[in-house]
């Protein structure tokens, strides 16, 4: 067959598909109906204030650490021998917040994880599982149930608390914070206002909270608050 | 030097074919503008009925919002855990078929509108090619870039969804979409370039073959491609200026001006490449 002969069939079965996409698009409305939701604007729930129970280790300490970290982050979990070497050394002086900061696209189940450690501190284990998932080589389903288990967890307590999916407020408030502070990775760590960003290790993290303790700094402080 | 002497003679050379044959750049226009319009009408029509569908979809899973967040915290994807939502599965399902609609329609009138347009060109140029031989390329060639255009608008629809319903607010998603974006203009661009250096670079039978080809010759026509884009951003610039004053008179300007533009810039390209293709055979 000539390549005329060839254009002359194909334009024609072109022009018949053309039409029929010309005619699908006017008559659209009939081949997908309107959808029906059955809904009202009543069911539809209205987003409810945040909130974020998360007060830290020890509430008016004279030091705060604020942690935004996620637990599956190469980088966090780099940082988490060396906040532990702090948490235990500076003990009751030092109030340490834990913030939210999962990046689900980046890390699978960190948000499961985020919402795991939340229902333990229901528990009063929210540190306890900290570690754990810090220290766990996986982060899966089956890694938030033998954490559980270890730590002596009500497991149907733990488990009805997932499933209530109340935590998620918790981390989205975490999350929102984290948005408005213009942070966009983890860890970020906030001692006493100061924020560095980026893994850090033990002298780099003493060195900050010592600046913190030291007493011309307390002064300026006071002095930049009264101002 | 030289390539800025020989690209400014190609260019002088397709304004003056352009000015002896004016009946065939009405005709090249005429095309242009009748794909514009009827792929306008066409992806519009669609693209407001699958809104409606996500949207329906969306309010569905709002009110289950609770629900899909604890069915997600229990490692379920989020995939499975919106389609276990009573009803969205059927608006899902209705809107995949038209994102597939649309996609096959997006191909079938940009081949055959763009193998009409570049035909004309052709013919312009002196160094014509039968109608049939730049379809078949077209549609040989196109078919990469599109399945590329469709796993994109599949990965975008579900993050849409993600990021609308989740009770999370899926920053994870956003920073998805920021690598995919550059991610898939430079695919559709490099496609598009290879399909079109490949279009006059002999009689090629398969589709990988198309595209050696074409990668091959590509990167000899990129200063063609870069004075051509120049011209046109011009073009676009002064419409966009005259906009501001006068709308009649930019869509005026925009007939008269832009889309013989794009027949220019077929014919400057038909040229560099039949010039290359003679160069090699003699």
């Known amino acids: ?227 | 030097m030289k390539i800025i002497k020989d690209i400014s003679g190609q260019l002088r050379e397709a304004f003056r074919l352009m000015t002896r044959k004016p009946a065939l750049i009405a005709y090249a226009a005429i095309s242009d503008i009748l794909f514009i319009l009827i792929f306008a009408f066409f992806s519009s029509a669609i693209y407001g009925k699958m809104l409606e569908y996500a949207i329906a979809a969306s309010s569905l899973a709002a009110k289950s919002s609770a629900e899909l967040g604890s069915i997600v915290a229990v490692s379920q994807t989020f995939y499975q855990a919106f389609m276990s939502i009573d009803g969205v599965n059927l608006f899902v399902y209705d809107i995949l078929i038209m994102m597939f609609i649309l996609l096959v329609g997006a191909y079938v009138f940009y081949c055959f509108f763009q193998a009409i347009s570049w035909h004309i060109a052709g013919k312009i140029s002196g160094r014509r090619k039968s109608y049939y031989r730049f379809i078949a390329s077209f549609f040989k060639i196109n078919i990469v870039w599109i399945i590329i255009y469709s796993v994109f608008s599949i990965i975008r629809l579900t993050a849409g969804f993600r990021e609308q319903i989740s009770t999370r607010p899926y920053i994870g998603n956003m920073l998805d979409m920021g690598f995919l974006i550059p991610a898939l203009g430079i695919i559709i661009i490099y496609f598009a370039a290879v399909s079109y250096s490949s279009l006059f670079f002999g009689k090629k039978k398969s589709i990988a073959s198309t595209i050696s080809v074409g990668y091959r010759n590509f990167r000899g026509l990129i200063p063609g491609y870069i004075a051509i884009a120049l011209i046109i951003a011009l073009i676009h610039a002064i419409q966009v200026l005259i906009f501001r004053y006068s709308v009649i008179a930019s869509g005026i300007f925009f007939i008269a001006a832009e889309l013989p533009s794009l027949t220019f810039a077929r014919i400057v390209m038909i040229r560099i490449m039949e010039d290359k293709n003679e160069k090699k055979t003699e």
Do not use: W
């Not at chain 1, 060839?6 to 959808?35: E, G, T, Y």
């Not at chain 1, 890390?107 to 754990?132: G, V």
């Open chain 1, 1 to 227: 067959m000539k390549d005329k002969q060839k254009a002359f069939i194909l334009n024609i079965v072109l022009a018949c598909l053309i039409l029929l996409f010309i005619i699908f698009s006017v008559r659209i409305d009939s081949i997908f109906p309107q959808p029906m939701t059955g809904l009202s604007a009543d069911d539809i729930p209205e987003q409810k204030a945040f909130i974020n129970t998360s007060s830290g280790t020890n509430p008016g300490a004279p030091i705060e650490l604020i942690e935004f970290s996620d637990f599956s982050c190469v980088f966090s979990r780099q940082s988490y021998p060396e906040v532990k070497q702090i948490l235990n050394e500076y003990g009751e002086n030092i109030n340490f917040v834990f913030k939210h900061f999962p990046q689900d696209n980046l890390h699978a189940n960190a948000f499961d994880a985020a919402i795991a450690s939340e229902c333990a501190r229901d528990q009063d284990k929210f540190m306890e599982y900290h570690d754990a998932l810090f220290e766990a080589e996986s982060m899966d389903g089956y890694t938030f149930k033998s954490i559980s288990e270890a730590l002596g967890l009500d497991i149907s307590e733990f488990d009805s608390c997932i499933k209530s999916g109340d935590k998620v407020k918790i981390i989205m408030s975490d999350m929102r914070e984290a948005q408005q502070n213009n942070i966009i990775g983890t860890p970020v760590f906030i001692i006493n206002g100061d924020i560095i960003i980026g893994s850090q290790d033990y002298d780099s993290l003493k060195s900050a909270i010592d600046k913190q303790l030291d007493p011309e700094t307390i002064v300026e402080g006071i002095m930049g608050r009264t101002i």
